[in-house]
């Protein structure tokens, strides 16, 4: 049985940059802060700095962030943005998790 593209699992558009949990959690709060800091990103996804680092080098070589180091004073800082592919990436990944919510509530249902 062969299946058209339009027929495929709503899982099959699920994009493995974006959904990874820690990546999905900073493109979010990077939408919802349109800028963001670092250590902010750090506090509220509980995350060591290099851990941190590594999930924000791998959104930026997708084009889906953009991070600029600056200062704040005397202090060193990292902004974190959400670029218009970052938005989409986003969009696009939440459209697919509502499918695939769609599909097990109404597989409920029919129980």
Same mark, same amino acid.
């Given at each position: 049985?062969?299946?058209?593209?339009?027929?495929?699992?709503?899982? @099959?558009?699920?994009?493995?940059?974006?959904?990874?949990?820690?990546?999905?959690?900073?493109?979010?709060?990077?939408?919802?802060?349109?800028?963001?800091?670092?250590?902010?990103?750090? @506090?509220?996804?509980?995350?060591?700095?290099?851990?941190?680092?590594?999930?924000?080098?791998?959104?930026?070589?997708?084009?889906?962030?953009?991070?600029?180091?600056?200062?704040?004073?005397?202090?060193?800082?990292?902004?974190?943005?959400?670029?218009?592919?970052?938005?989409?990436?986003?969009?696009?990944?939440?459209?697919?998790?509502?499918?695939?919510?769609?599909?097990?509530?109404?597989?409920?249902?029919?129980?």
């Amino acid at each position: 049985m062969t299946a058209e593209a339009s027929d495929a699992h709503p899982v @099959t558009g699920l994009d493995d940059v974006v959904h990874q949990r820690v990546r999905l959690g900073i493109l979010t709060i990077a939408h919802e802060a349109r800028k963001v800091e670092f250590g902010y990103l750090r @506090t509220q996804l509980q995350l060591t700095a290099g851990n941190l680092s590594q999930h924000l080098g791998v959104l930026e070589t997708a084009g889906l962030v953009e991070i600029e180091k600056g200062y704040e004073g005397k202090r060193g800082r990292t902004w974190i943005t959400l670029t218009a592919a970052g938005d989409a990436a986003l969009a696009a990944e939440i459209d697919r998790l509502k499918q695939l919510i769609a599909r097990v509530e109404t597989t409920r249902e029919e129980k």
